[in-house]
């Protein structure tokens, strides 16, 4: 029993060091691709974030500003045609806002992003901190290089 007890020590260390040193984010842009796939298919607002570039999130912040500073004529007309309060819409955040998207998605039985990544990918492009993810229906994925992890720019629309 007491020769079993170096093993389990070392067992439990070897599982410890294996979890601390497992990625957080998608370090390949295929990674990247295929954790953006299930996000959208389970709508996971918080994991699609996570996978957008931080110019990306700069992008959305500038649209849910821009409702905060609508009129009241404005924000009422957008409201309305969203389906959803002036006041969700003046204080939404970059979060809120893809879940948004989502929802609309649902009821209009269209969502261009989400549709797109139902489509394989067909080849990778790399270039230094920016990759270019192919798909079989002729749409690119644009993708930047964030520290160690790969994120989806959408600057590039």
């Known amino acids: 029993m007491h020769l079993l007890k170096p093993f389990n020590t070392a067992l439990a260390t070897l599982v410890l060091l294996t979890i601390a040193c497992s990625p957080s984010g998608p370090v390949t842009p295929d990674d990247a691709f295929v954790r953006m796939k299930r996000a959208m298919t389970e709508s996971n607002a918080d994991e699609?974030?996570?996978?957008?570039?931080?110019?990306?999130?700069?992008?959305?912040?500038?649209?849910?500003?821009?409702?905060?500073?609508?009129?009241?004529?404005?924000?009422?007309?957008?409201?309305?045609?969203?389906?959803?309060?002036?006041?969700?819409?003046?204080?939404?955040?970059?979060?809120s806002y893809i879940a948004l998207q989502f929802n609309i998605g649902k009821s209009q039985g269209k969502d261009l992003f989400r549709d797109m990544m139902h489509y394989k990918?067909?080849?990778?492009?790399?270039?230094?901190?920016?990759?270019?993810?192919?798909?079989?229906?002729?749409?690119?994925?644009?993708?930047?290089?964030?520290?160690?992890?790969?994120?989806?720019?959408?600057?590039?629309l």
């Open 121 to 156: 990918p067909v080849g990778t492009d790399l270039n230094g901190n920016e990759a270019t993810i192919r798909l079989e229906n002729g749409i690119s994925l644009n993708l930047v290089r964030e520290g160690p992890y790969w994120k989806f720019d959408l600057e590039r």
């Open 48 to 95: 699609v974030i996570a996978l957008l570039s931080s110019g990306s999130l700069k992008k959305i912040e500038t649209i849910t500003r821009s409702f905060a500073a609508m009129d009241s004529r404005q924000i009422g007309a957008l409201s309305r045609s969203l389906g959803v309060s002036a006041e969700q819409l003046k204080r939404m955040t970059p979060r």
